[in-house]
């Protein structure tokens, strides 16, 4: 290479048009509209932003993250972000429906408005709709909830509880238990047992 010649970064930045006017903000990254709004990625942060470029989600939350982890309850829809490394949802107007204090959230056994969360790798459940920490996490292994009552595991037995939190049948059999009308099915000694379960 001679002396003169020089290396360039080349840095593409990516645009919202509005009216025919480019905005004058650049990204790193504008992904595919989901639910109305646009992901969008700026010095390896993420937020969202409207069909017309203006940032609903603030552009602060960590990029390991796919536009299809949202859920909806109701009307209202909750994308499942990271920030700092712990994770919480936002709303799509982006205000935050669950702090971001958990290492964990199983998005898929969301059930009856309760979503399982964790910390120190134990699992209980937080309410979405209000926020708040519904089942404290003391759990090693929780499912999803089925007419007011979850599945839970602790020191590989499971047992059950109700949405309040009270357990319902022991923790003590050997699979994942569930309710069927007024029956527990339960796993015990290679045996499926059926009976009332209160």
């Known amino acids: 290479m001679a002396s003169n010649e020089k290396n360039f970064d080349v840095v593409r930045r990516y645009h919202f048009r509005k009216n025919g006017v480019v905005d004058s903000q650049g990204y790193d990254w504008i992904g595919e509209a989901r639910?109305?709004?646009?992901?969008?990625?700026?010095?390896?942060?993420?937020?969202?932003a409207d069909n017309n470029g203006k940032i609903v989600i603030p552009v602060i939350y960590n990029t390991e993250y796919h536009i299809n982890n949202t859920i909806q309850i109701g009307n209202e829809e909750f994308f499942n972000l990271r920030k700092n490394g712990l994770y919480g949802l936002v709303?799509?107007?982006?205000?935050?429906?669950?702090?971001?204090?958990?290492?964990?959230?199983?998005?898929?056994?969301?059930?009856?408005?309760?979503?399982?969360?964790?910390?120190?790798?134990k699992w209980g459940f937080v309410n979405v709709k209000t926020g708040k920490t519904q089942i404290k996490p003391e759990y090693d292994e929780?499912?999803?909830?089925?007419?007011?009552?979850?599945?839970?595991?602790?020191?590989?037995?499971?047992?059950?509880?109700?949405?309040?939190?009270?357990?319902?049948?022991?923790?003590?059999?050997?699979?994942?238990?569930?309710?069927e009308d007024d029956f527990a099915i339960v796993f015990e000694g290679g045996i499926c047992r059926r009976g009332p379960w209160n």
């Open 142 to 179: 929780v499912g999803p909830f089925r007419g007011g009552f979850a599945p839970v595991c602790l020191n590989h037995k499971w047992g059950m509880i109700s949405s309040n939190g009270i357990l319902v049948l022991e923790v003590k059999y050997l699979l994942e238990s569930y309710f």
């Open 35 to 48: 639910y109305g709004l646009y992901p969008v990625e700026l010095d390896g942060k993420l937020g969202f």
């Open 91 to 121: 709303r799509h107007d982006g205000t935050v429906a669950v702090d971001f204090c958990f290492e964990g959230i199983h998005l898929d056994k969301l059930s009856e408005g309760l979503i399982p969360v964790s910390i120190n790798r």
